[in-house]
C-alpha cells in the first residue's frame, strides 16, 4: 500500500494541489478520492472546504530501493552487526512499522519517514541553523522524505580580557584576566521520534591567550617598574577562569609614632574606689589607693616623636610616612621638666593630675588639705585648689569647695560640697547639696539659654540684613546712634523673646557666680551691652553682633566636649539633699529618701529610693524603689536608656525620654526601655 | 527736607508727611507736629509723599502714634498711603503688630 494522505482545501481543485505538494507527487502518481465537496457559505458561514484523499500508486521500482536505504542507515546507527544478513531482514520488518511517522538524526543527518496518517515534526533549538531546501528554518516544520536538510552549527568566540590596575595607594598593580573561549556546538543522533527537537550540543573551550609581552608592555606602559612579580604574570597565562593577580607591589610605609607620655604612677580612676567590706558597706579611710607623689618624684617620661619610614609605589615613587607630631605637655602647680624637658618630676606633694585632649596634656600635681575634725562655724567654710580630706563631718550650712576631689569620712549635714572632681561622702548627706563636676547644674542650664539666644541671634542679625537692604530704609542715624535704634525696633516686638531669655542668661549667671567659669559671666555682660544697653556703645554694630555670635558659639562647643571622667559622687545615704554629679552617682548604703538627683553617667542605689526626683543620663540601676506611703518618687533617663529596678512599688513614676509610665501595682525585677515606636517595653 | 501739612475738618485731622522721615526729623517732631495734633479726637498720618525711612524715624513714628493714643481724650490714630518700599521695611521690622493692625488703613 502506497501512503495516503488527507488534505483539505477552498475547493477540490486547491485541496488535490496541497496534497500534492506534500507528497512531493505528481497528478499521475496518486489516486485521487473526494472525501468531501466543497459547499459555499454566505460571508463564509456555512461554508465547508473540500476534503481528498490522495494516495500514492506504488511503484516498486522507485520506491522500495528508497527505503532499503533508510533501513540501511538505521542499521549503522542502531545494530553494528550489520553483517547479519538475517536479522537485516528481520529488522526491515519491524522497522518499517517502527519507522512509520518519525524523524530521526544520525551522523549529523536528518532522516525521515512519512505515514499517509502522520507526518514528523522538527523543531529547530539552540546552537544549530537548520535549512529546509535551502531555507532557514524558524520553529516547527513539517518534514516529508522529499525534503533536503542541511544543518549547519554555530560558533562563538569570546576573546581574552585582560587589564593591569594599580590601587589607590599605588602599593600593588593587580592583573585582572578573563580568559578567552570559543563555544562550538555538535549535532547528536536523535532516536526515531514523531516529533524531535534539533540542539546542538554545547562545546566550550577555553583560550587563555594573555601573552607574557604583551604584559610587560602593559606595566612599562603604565611606568610599573617596582616589584614586579614574574612569577604570578606566568601563573596569570595559565589560567583557565577569570581571576586577578599582584603582579607587581610597592612597599608600604611604615608609619611612625607621635610623641606621647608615659606615666609613671598608676592614676586609673577604677582603681581608687574605697574599700568595700563584706557586708556591702564602704570603708571610706582605705582611700589609700589614690596616688600620691612626693616632692622629687618622675611622674612622667615624656617621649618624642618616631619618624616613619618611607615607602615606595610600584611606580618608583615615594610614599612618606604620615608625619608624626610632638606631644605638647603643659605644666600646671606642682610640676616641673627635667633633662630637657624628657621628663616630669613633682615639686610638690599631692595627687598627679593628667588631662589629655589629643596631643596636649595637661600635668599638675593637686595638692591636699587634710582637716582633721569636723567643719563648723568654728573652723570656717573650706576652699581649696586642690583635694580635700575632711576626717569629720561637715556641719550646719557650711561650704567646703575644691578644685580637686573631697572627701568627707562622716557626715554632712544642711552643708553645700562642691568639688570639680569627685566627691566621697563616708556617711549620710542630709538636707545638703553635692555638686561634682564643671558640668554643674547652673553650666547646663545656662548652656540650654545660650544655644536659645544663639538661634535667635541669628534671625536677628538676618534681620538686620533685610532691613538694611530694603530700598527705602536709610542709615542716616548710624553715625551717632549706631544700630541701636533699629535693635530698638527689633527687639520692641519681633525679638522680643530674644530679650527675655538673655536677662534670664544673665540672672542665671549671677546666681550661678562661683560655680561657673568667668566667661560665661564675661558673655553675659557682653549680651548686656549690645541688647539692654539704652545708650549706643560699641557693640551696636553688625561686626560685633557677629562676633559676639562666634564667641557663644565657641563656649558652646567648648561646654559641649565632655571632659568627665574624673567626676562622681559616692555616699552611703542622702535624705532632703540636691546631688549633681556630671559623671557616675552611686549610693552604696540604706538608699535616698526625698532627695533630687542628676547624673551625668550612670545612678546605682544599692537601697531604697523613696520620693524625690532622679535622673540618670546613662542610666538608672536601682534596688528598690517608690513607698507605701505614697510619696511620689520619679526616675527618668533619656530615650535611648535602660532603667532596671528590682522591686518597684505602686505610683512609682518612670520617664524615659519623653514617654512616662506609673506603675499600677508592685513590681519586682523590671528592666525598662523604650521600643522603636516610642513605648516602654518592660523585661 | 522734612515738611508736614494740616488738613483739618470738625474735629479730625489728616497730616500729611513729606520728605524723608529720619533723625532730622526728630525735633519737628517733638516740638511742633505731637503738640499739634494733641487736641483732635482723630488724627490721620499719610504716608504717601515718604519714600525713605531710617530706624530712628520709625521710632519717632511709632512714639507720635503712642503719645496721642495715650493722651486723656484717646485720640484714634491712623497711618495711611504708606509707600511699597516703605512697607516693605516695616514688614520686617514687624510694625503691625507693634502698633496695632487697626492703625494701618489704606487710604483717607
Known amino acids: ?683 | 527736607m522734612f515738611s508736614y501739612e494740616l488738613i483739618e475738618s470738625n474735629e479730625r485731622a489728616v497730616v500729611y508727611f513729606k520728605g524723608d522721615l529720619d533723625i532730622e526729623v526728630t525735633e519737628i517732631m517733638e516740638e511742633q507736629v505731637i503738640p499739634l495734633l494733641k487736641n483732635y479726637k482723630k488724627v490721620d498720618i499719610n504716608m504717601s509723599e515718604v519714600l525713605f525711612v531710617d530706624s530712628t524715624g520709625i521710632g519717632l513714628l511709632i512714639n507720635l502714634v503712642d503719645t496721642l493714643r495715650n493722651t486723656e481724650n484717646g485720640i484714634k490714630v491712623t497711618i495711611s498711603d504708606i509707600q511699597p518700599q516703605v512697607q516693605e521695611v516695616f514688614d520686617i521690622i514687624q510694625l503691625k503688630e507693634i502698633l496695632g493692625e487697626e492703625v494701618f488703613v489704606l487710604s483717607t
Open chain 1, 1 to 683: 500500500m502506497g501512503q495516503s494522505i488527507i488534505a483539505k482545501g477552498r475547493t477540490i481543485h486547491d485541496a488535490i494541489h496541497i496534497g500534492l505538494d506534500i507528497l512531493g507527487a505528481t497528478r499521475e502518481q496518486v489516486e485521487i478520492e473526494i472525501i468531501q465537496q466543497e459547499t459555499k457559505g454566505i460571508l463564509r458561514i456555512g461554508s465547508k472546504p473540500a476534503i481528498v484523499k490522495l494516495t500514492k500508486i506504488e511503484q516498486a521500482e522507485k520506491t522500495v530501493p528508497d527505503i532499503e536505504d533508510m533501513i540501511q542507515s538505521i542499521d549503522i546507527s542502531e545494530d553494528s552487526k550489520t553483517n547479519n544478513p538475517a536479522k537485516e531482514e528481520h529488522k526491515e520488518v519491524i522497522s518499517d512499522d517502527h519507522l512509520e511517522g518519525k524523524v530521526w538524526v544520525h551522523n549529523g543527518k536528518i532522516f525521515c519517514k512519512t505515514s499517509p496518517l502522520y507526518y514528523p515534526t522538527i523543531t529547530a533549538g539552540r546552537g544549530i541553523k537548520l535549512y529546509k531546501n535551502n531555507e532557514l528554518v524558524n520553529g516547527t516544520i513539517v518534514v516529508t522524505e522529499n525534503d533536503t536538510f542541511e544543518i549547519k552549527t554555530e560558533e562563538e568566540v569570546v576573546e581574552t580580557k585582560w587589564k593591569i590596575m594599580i590601587d589607590e595607594n599605588k602599593l600593588n598593580a593587580i592583573l585582572y584576566i578573563e580568559p578567552g573561549m570559543r563555544k562550538t556546538y555538535t549535532i547528536q543522533d536523535i532516536d526515531p521520534s514523531p516529533h524531535i527537537e534539533l540542539n546542538g550540543e554545547e562545546h566550550i573551550e577555553v583560550i587563555n591567550d594573555l601573552d607574557y609581552e604583551q604584559v610587560l608592555q602593559e606595566l612599562q606602559r603604565l611606568d610599573i617598574v617596582h616589584g614586579i612579580n614574574h612569577e604570578a604574570i606566568l601563573e596569570a597565562l595559565n589560567v583557565t577562569k577569570a581571576e586577578k593577580f599582584v603582579i607587581a607591589s610597592g612597599i608600604s610605609p611604615i608609619q611612625g609614632k607621635d610623641g606621647y607620655i608615659e606615666l609613671l604612677i598608676e592614676i586609673d580612676s577604677e582603681n581608687k574606689k574605697p574599700m568595700i567590706r563584706t557586708d556591702g558597706t564602704v570603708d571610706f579611710r582605705e582611700l589609700n589607693n589614690i596616688p600620691t607623689v612626693n616632692k622629687g618624684q618622675v611622674i612622667a617620661v615624656v617621649h618624642p616623636p618616631v619618624q616613619g619610614t618611607p615607602g615606595i609605589t610600584v611606580t618608583n615613587e615615594t610614599i612618606l610616612p604620615k608625619q608624626t607630631q610632638p606631644i605638647f605637655v603643659q605644666l600646671g602647680q606642682g610640676a616641673a621638666f627635667v633633662e630637657n624637658g624628657t621628663k616630669i618630676v613633682a615639686t610638690e606633694t599631692g595627687r598627679p593630675y593628667f588631662e589629655q585632649n589629643g596631643l596636649l596634656v595637661k600635668v599638675s600635681i593637686v595638692p591636699k588639705l587634710i582637716h582633721s575634725g569636723d567643719v563648723n562655724i568654728t573652723t570656717g567654710n573650706i576652699r581649696f585648689k586642690g583635694d580635700v580630706e575632711i576626717l569629720g563631718s561637715v556641719e550646719d550650712s557650711m561650704n567646703v569647695q575644691a578644685d580637686g576631689n573631697v572627701s568627707v569620712l562622716k557626715n554632712v549635714n544642711k552643708a553645700n560640697i562642691t568639688a570639680k572632681q569627685s566627691v566621697y561622702i563616708g556617711q549620710n548627706a542630709i538636707g545638703s547639696t553635692i555638686i561634682s563636676g564643671n558640668h554643674n547644674i547652673f553650666v547646663s542650664e545656662a548652656a540650654h539659654l545660650l544655644m536659645q539666644i544663639q538661634m535667635q541671634m541669628e534671625k536677628f542679625i538676618l534681620s538686620i540684613k533685610q532691613v538694611m537692604n530694603a530700598s527705602a530704609f536709610k542709615v542716616t542715624d548710624f553715625h551717632k546712634k549706631g544700630l541701636l535704634p533699629l535693635f530698638k525696633l527689633l527687639l520692641d516686638h519681633k525679638f522680643r523673646t530674644l530679650l527675655t531669655t538673655i536677662k534670664q542668661y544673665i540672672e542665671m549667671c549671677k546666681r550661678g557666680n562661683n560655680l561657673l567659669d568667668a566667661k560665661w559671666a564675661k558673655l553675659g555682660e557682653n549680651l548686656h551691652s549690645c541688647f539692654l544697653s539704652s545708650v549706643p556703645n560699641e557693640w551696636h554694630s553688625l561686626e560685633r553682633l557677629n562676633q559676639l555670635l562666634n564667641d557663644i558659639k565657641e563656649l558652646l562647643v567648648e561646654h559641649s566636649i565632655p571632659n568627665e571622667k574624673y567626676c562622681s559622687i559616692e555616699l552611703m545615704y542622702a535624705l532632703n539633699s540636691v546631688i549633681y554629679c556630671s559623671g557616675d552617682v552611686t549610693i552604696y548604703g540604706k538608699g535616698c529618701h526625698h532627695s533630687k538627683i542628676h547624673a551625668g553617667g550612670v545612678l546605682k542605689v544599692n537601697g531604697i529610693v523613696r520620693g524625690g526626683e532622679l535622673y540618670a543620663r546613662l542610666g538608672a540601676i536601682i534596688k528598690e524603689a517608690g513607698s507605701e506611703g505614697g510619696a511620689p518618687t520619679r526616675i527618668s533617663v533619656p530615650a535611648d536608656q535602660k532603667i532596671r529596678i528590682d522591686l518597684v512599688r505602686e505610683g512609682t513614676i518612670i520617664q524615659i525620654g519623653k514617654i512616662r509610665y506609673t506603675f499600677q501595682k508592685e513590681e519586682r525585677w523590671i528592666e525598662a526601655f523604650l521600643d522603636e515606636q516610642d513605648r516602654i517595653i518592660f523585661r
